[in-house]
């Protein structure tokens, strides 16, 4: 190939991925022109949440306008861009959108509780912009380099958010946990994506399990082969990256001890973006493994591990909770908790996919990830929602533990109200849009049961989950709303008309839309779900 | 004789676990990083092996050049991190780090 | 009308009650406070004017278009609304929020969206001093919802949760004056009777369940063929159903022995007891017991009992109103018994074949009739209540036609109609039901039966002249005697509360004469499915019947004159001389202490047994269950020691462990 034509076809090949970047493309342009107001002194005049705001909003709704698009049939096309590293489909489209919209809602939410405070903002904001692109990186991710990097991409800044707290002794502790362990788990998941990557000689992960295919059939052949078997050492290990990403157990001592020492608001950031990051890629490397011929029985026994891996998260993290204190800490197992309710969603996943009745099963497989994406959005909803009272409260309480919001009903009834709709949520009751989306799930997992029987016990295990987790967000609730405020206790006017009732009630509104009319969200979640399976429904 | 793939990835291997064991049992902060430097660069040997051996070709040395950069990287932040524990706590004994439990 | 601006009808009857409870328990408090009446007036007119719609155009339209000739007599009736929402759709799991209108959905919205609308109105006037103004407002908001919600249920789940929903929104009013510790304990009466009731209904829906496999009220109701099928297969179960399903009617509908909570809950607020408690939540049994007549058809039994049930209900609750000296507590009773009277003819199905349909159409004529009057009564009596400064003994007052005027006459015009003077509305159903009673009674199998039930519903229907006009005459006649409360001039009802009266007392007045003799009501009631439509030439009005009733009617309303009017010694005298009888009168039949002896006593025995066994034995076993969790949450926990070398063995372990599996898996 000449040099002239490799230049020509690499311009052609930018100018076309462009315009379907352009949401990072807005995301980095206002990374660098927050550190630029910084160096020039603009941001005294000009607050750096006004422009994070706006490039937040800006980005969103580029976002938008994708999404909306995908109503259309076939109207996102499955591309590859940036010679083949992202891949634009309706599954990046999906995720971009959710990434957008959450990161605006955590702007709205950082500039109404003033965390951080003027002096540091520009220098927040671009973490936490920096942040989100990784996500989209991640959850758009078509190389391996790319997973790698999506995923650095994503932690480094969080490492940072964490400890933003100056001064604060526990803020520096939860940041140095954070670090260890996650520069741990980013060193063996590289070495894992080394293993894959140079077996099966490709870092392109559409191309994956066609060579994890030939290297079954080659050598000595079948699953003894061992190219396929450091396939699997490798794959486990990249699992073992995402778990912890996941704060699956046992990888997720960082999470309680993070999210305990960080803010509200940047523990609401990290329990639900670097999860849906991190389970956006899980589905892709799932995916890009499954249906290779000779390894579905590997695949099955890494679904039915993953199912294992599941029940035991949900029933730790609910166990742990009981007992907790600080409601942040308690938040934080329940985010394990979900963590493996949504697990459950990708078991079934790679049970389906890789049965022998898959061809006949597309429907479920599709369903499987619809489940998990429409989760994903109520999950958004409700646990900001939560993080953000406690945000608000402890504005005017100085305080996190479940004790300070004694009473509270008294004082703030919208801000009590919305926390029973967002842990009813949590808990999976109807009418709201916990209950449907973990209808979803458990009916996809229950499907999967008839592949393999292990998954009626993952099923079971969630259904008691359900019920045992109650006992706690009821605990909350019934400090909130039955017990007398204490004499002297800190006051917590939050009026009904006012920017913060607005924004909680707002998240509210949505988890009980989600609830009553899932048509909203699980059409274009199954449409995400057919694209990047790769199966339309029958 | 030319060392095989399997030396190279036995040399990346060992620096794998040789990190591992250095983040599981340093309770200096400082040196669980190195650990962490010792089993990104494992991975490096393997992927530059890889690409000299597969046809992984050019994509493993410009994924351990990537690598090289975002550890350096990482390591810029960890070391900051490391440095506000050291301000508040006055040691980067790891292990001091205990008051978040339960 | 296209079929989008029908359906939005439809869904807007329940969504605009729904969005008034919502606005004002959300802004109420704090925005509308002395204004929160607005959105609930303007909900239910919307609510109202909607129903009409569905009521006099959306139903006849769609009827003119479906009937078929060859459908007549089948169950599938031609007047049939349904706006589905498929709410979830998960493998097999098909979760629809189906609204479905017919005749009898039509009737009863129509009747409820329009009697609270009245009393929402009166409601603003009564209530207008209460710190509780938006709470009431937005409960009673709710109630209409739920109650929409339950005839438009399509299906039996869907009308459990309401039914729920209903008994909900009765206890948070009728402990509205939760401070008052005899507001609290009825409200709690209330809770624990219903439930005895809900238990029946839900395992009737159970039944339902595993006999049909479905919920669906089209599936269960409209093809008696399947009916007979899950007889066969199954025989007794579909009498069992209906026991079930009329213990539920019984708990909802106050009939005797559950009929307890009813007086009681008159501590809500008055336009609560004349909105809940008379014309439209307690009628709910009814409703249920009406909509599933294709099932009690298929059980003779069941329908004796609720006719047996009924004339028990009513007669007593009669014999108990004679001695009543509140007010409130005497309207109470009547509804009790009238209650009765509608369950009576309910049952009546039972002697032939022929007679379902009527039956059912009196039943259901009776309720819509007494919904207005009875309505009025309480009203009235609420104005009454105002004027006297909240005391509502009549013997504490008397003589009050001339200071309270439009009061006087509106009570008047509902007590005619409750007595059944002829021509005003309770006339014409009461009417209805005898006659239906005594073609009953010729019947071969069951003459005897119901010849007795029609001798008690005709004994009954001259106590309720009786004691509606011994209350009518004790305030209202006589010297004018008012107590210390009202002050010493007691004032007549404000326009805002005096205009819902005066309409309530028109209706009350005409609707009857309006609907009955013209067999409007009766040829509507009839296109609902699961009802045979008589022929028009078998429609007659019943001369003897009516001239029968009329008699005990005015026989009823003079004896009360000559009682209280004409010689007030006379009362006294006869109680003295039947001082046991009346005892057993006025203390409501003994039922409370009845029931506390034979139910509560025993169980507070064997509670105290129980708290025995219970300390020494469950206790320890309960302890230890509680410690369960707790004690499981110790054991996560404990990894969690803080400390970072720890934590690096667990995840190093976990990583250790994923390698060894993956390398021995093979």
Redesign the interface.
């Known amino acids: 190939m000449l040099f002239t034509d490799l230049i020509n076809s690499l311009i052609t090949d930018t100018t076309q991925s462009i315009p379907r970047f352009g949401v990072e493309l807005c995301l980095s342009a206002t990374i660098v022109l927050m550190l630029l107001m910084r160096l020039s002194g603009l941001d005294r005049l000009i607050p750096a949440c006004l422009t994070a705001t706006v490039g937040a909003l800006v980005a969103t709704f580029l976002a938008y306008k994708q999404f909306d698009a995908l109503h259309a049939k076939d109207a996102v096309v499955t591309t590859h861009i940036f010679t083949g590293l992202l891949v634009h489909d309706s599954f990046t489209v999906f995720f971009r959108g959710f990434l957008a919209l959450f990161l605006l809602l955590t702007v709205a939410l950082t500039s109404l509780t003033g965390i951080p405070d003027e002096e540091d903002s520009p220098d927040f904001y671009s973490l936490l912009f920096g942040a989100t692109i990784g996500m989209m990186l991640m959850a758009s991710a078509n190389n ?2 790319m997973l ?2 999506g995923v ?1 991409m994503t ?2 800044p969080s ?2 958010m964490v ?1 933003f707290l ?5 803020s ?6 954070y ?3 996650g ?6 998941m ?2 894992g ?3 894959v ?3 099966l ?3 392109d992960m559409s191309l994956l399990s066609q060579r994890l295919a030939e290297a079954a059939a080659g050598g000595s052949g079948g ?2 082969d061992p190219e396929v ?1 450091t396939v ?2 490798g794959t ?2 990249v ?2 990256g995402l778990a ?1 990403k996941l704060s699956l157990v ?2 997720h ?2 999470c ?2 993070a999210f ?2 960080a803010s509200a608001e940047v523990a609401g950031f990290l329990s639900v973006a670097s999860k849906a990051g991190a389970f956006g890629l899980l589905v892709r490397f799932c995916l890009a493994l499954s249906g290779a011929k000779g390894t579905e029985s590997l695949m099955i ?1 890494f679904g039915l ?1 993953l199912g294992f891996i599941a029940c035991i998260t949900t029933t ?1 993290g609910n ?6 204190t600080n409601l942040k ?1 308690l938040l934080a197992y329940s985010t394990i908790a979900h963590a493996g309710y949504m697990v459950m969603a990708v078991a079934a996943l790679l049970v389906l996919k890789n049965s022998p009745q898959a061809a006949t099963l597309t429907e479920n497989i599709n ?1 499987s990830i619809e489940g998990l994406l429409y989760y994903l959005v109520v999950y958004l909803f409700m646990n900001l929602g939560a993080f953000a009272v406690i945000a608000i409260a402890r504005n005017y309480t100085f305080s996190e533990e479940v004790d300070s919001f004694k009473g509270l009903i008294s004082q703030s009834p919208t801000l009590c109200i919305v926390m029973l709709i967002c842990m009813f949520s949590l808990v999976g009751m109807p009418p709201f849009g916990g209950f ?1 989306g973990k ?2 799930i458990f ?1 996809s997992a ?2 999967a049961g008839e592949v393999h029987g292990f998954m009626y016990v993952v099923v079971a295990f969630g259904a008691l989950n359900t019920v ?1 987790s109650l ?1 706690y967000y009821i605990r909350v609730l019934r400090t909130m709303f039955l017990e007398a405020r204490p004499a002297d206790a800190r006051p917590v006017p939050v ?3 006012s920017w913060e009732s607005a924004f909680v009630v707002t998240l509210a509104v949505f988890v009980l839309l989600l609830g ?1 009319l ?2 909203m969200m699980s059409q274009t979640a199954n449409d995400a779900a057919q694209a990047i399976a790769q199966l339309p429904n029958p | 004789m030319a060392a095989g793939l399997n030396a190279y990835l036995l040399v ?1 291997a060992v620096l ?1 676990v040789c ?2 064991i250095c ?1 599981a049992t340093k309770r200096n ?1 400082i040196g ?2 190195m ?2 430097e010792l ?2 660069n ?3 040997v ?2 530059v ?2 690409s000299r051996y ?3 070709g050019l ?2 040395q ?2 351990s050049l ?2 090289i950069v ?1 550890a350096a ?2 390591a810029a ?2 070391l ?3 440095l ?2 050291y ?3 006055l040691t980067i004994d ?1 292990d001091r ?1 205990n ?4 | 009308m296209s079929e989008e601006i029908q359906q939005l009808v439809l869904w807007l009857i329940p969504v605009a009650p729904l969005a008034s409870a919502v606005i004002t328990a ?2 109420g408090p ?2 509308l406070r002395y204004k929160s009446h607005l959105p609930c007036w303007s909900a239910l007119a919307v609510s109202f004017v909607c129903s009409l719609i569905l009521l006099l155009k959306i139903l006849p339209s769609i009827g003119s278009a479906a009937v078929d000739p060859g459908e007549i007599g089948t169950f599938a009736g031609p007047q049939v609304l349904v706006s589905g929402y ?3 759709n ?2 097999d ?1 098909h979760a629809n929020i189906e609204l479905r209108a017919d005749s009898i959905t039509a009737i009863m919205l129509s009747m409820v969206t329009g009697v609270s609308l009245l009393v929402s109105m009166f409601g603003s006037g009564y209530m207008s001093h209460d710190l509780g103004y938006p709470r009431f407002f937005a409960a009673v908001s709710m109630f209409v919802f739920s109650m929409c919600m339950l005839v438009l249920s399509g299906s039996f789940a869907l009308l459990f949760v309401f039914w729920e929903a209903v008994g909900l929104c009765s206890y948070l009013l009728i402990g509205f004056w939760f401070q008052k510790p005899s507001a609290a304990a009825a409200a709690k009466k209330a809770f624990v009777v219903n439930r005895i009731g809900d238990f029946g209904l839900i395992m009737g829906i159970f039944l339902i369940w595993t006999n049909f496999g479905s919920l669906d009220f089209v599936t269960v109701l409209s093809d008696s063929a399947r009916i007979a099928a899950v007889e066969v297969k199954n025989p007794g179960v579909i009498q069992l159903i209906c026991f079930c399903l009329f213990l539920g009617a019984m708990g909802k509908s106050a009939q005797f022995p559950l009929q307890v909570w009813l007086p009681d809950a008159m501590e809500g607020p008055t336009p609560v007891s004349a909105l809940i408690h008379a014309a439209t939540m307690v009628t709910a049994g009814v409703y249920l017991v009406a909509r599933c007549t294709p099932l009690f058809v298929m059980a003779p039994n069941a329908q004796l009992a609720v006719s047996a049930i009924g004339a028990a209900t009513a007669a007593i609750a009669a014999l108990t109103a004679l001695t009543q000296m509140d007010l409130k507590r005497v309207l109470a009773y009547s509804t009790v018994s009238q209650l009765g009277f509608m369950f009576m003819a309910l049952g009546c199905g039972a002697a032939s074949a022929e007679l379902v349909t009527p039956a059912v159409t009196a039943g259901m004529f009776h309720l819509f009739t007494h919904a207005f009057f009875k309505a009025l009564l309480f009203l009235a009596a609420g104005s009454v209540m105002h004027a006297m400064g909240d005391v509502i003994d009549m013997r504490r007052f008397s003589g009050l036609k001339h200071a309270l005027p439009i009061t006087h006459w509106t009570f008047l015009v509902g007590a005619a109609a409750l007595a059944g003077v002829p021509l005003l509305a309770g006339f014409w159903s009461k009417d209805d039901i005898l006659a239906v009673l005594a073609e009953a009674s010729h019947s071969k199998e069951h003459g005897l039966f119901f010849g007795v039930i029609w001798a008690v519903a005709t004994g009954t229907a001259f106590l309720t002249a009786f004691y509606t006009f011994r209350a009518y005459f004790m305030t209202f006649c006589g010297p004018e005697k008012f107590p210390e409360e009202a002050g010493h001039h007691p004032h007549e009802a404000t326009p805002i509360m005096a205009w819902p009266l005066r309409i309530l007392a028109v209706c009350a007045a005409l609707i009857g004469l309006a609907v009955g003799p013209t067999h409007l009501f009766a040829n509507y009631l009839q296109k609902t499915m699961g009802l045979t439509p008589v022929p028009p030439e078998s429609q007659h009005l019943h001369w003897g019947v009516m001239a029968l009733s009329s008699v005990v009617a005015i026989a009823g309303i003079g004896l009360a004159w000559m009682f209280y009017v004409a010689s007030p010694k006379v009362p006294g005298a006869i109680a003295s001389a039947m001082k046991p009888l009346y005892l057993i009168s006025q203390g409501k039949f003994f039922l409370d202490e009845i029931l506390k002896a034979l139910v509560v006593l025993p169980l507070v025995g064997i509670a105290k047994l129980a708290t025995v066994f219970d300390r020494g034995v469950i206790d320890c076993i309960v302890d230890s269950i509680g410690a369960i ?2 004690a ?6 404990q ?2 020691t ?1 400390v ?1 070398s720890s ?2 063995g ?2 190093w ?3 250790v462990a ?2 060894v ?3 021995t ?2």
Do not use: C
């Open positions: 391996l380099l790698f990097i650095e932690s480094v490492y940072a400890g100056k001064g604060r002794k526990v520096s502790e939860a940041a140095l946990k670090v260890v362990y520069a741990g788990a980013a060193g063996v590289l070495y994506i080394s293993l990557g140079g077996v000689g490709t870092t699953l003894k078997r699997a050492l486990m290990l699992m073992v912890f046992p990888f001592f960082w309680p001890d305990e020492g026994s591990g730790f166990l742990a909770a009981y007992t907790q800490r369903q449907v209808l979803f009916a229950f499907k045992f006992v009026r009904l008309v009553v899932p048509h | 990346g794998f990190g591992v983040m902060g669980v990083l650990g962490v089993v990104l494992g991975a490096n393997n992927f092996a890889f597969t046809d992984l994509d493993g410009i994924f990537f690598v975002l990287a990482e932040v960890a900051a991190i490391a506000n524990f301000n508040n706590h790891v780090a008051k978040l439990k339960g | 959300l802004l704090k925005l498929e709410w979830l998960v493998g799991l969790p707790r499981l949450s110790s054991i996560p926990r990894f969690h803080g970072v934590y690096a667990f995840m372990a976990g990583v994923a390698v599996l993956v390398l898996m093979f």
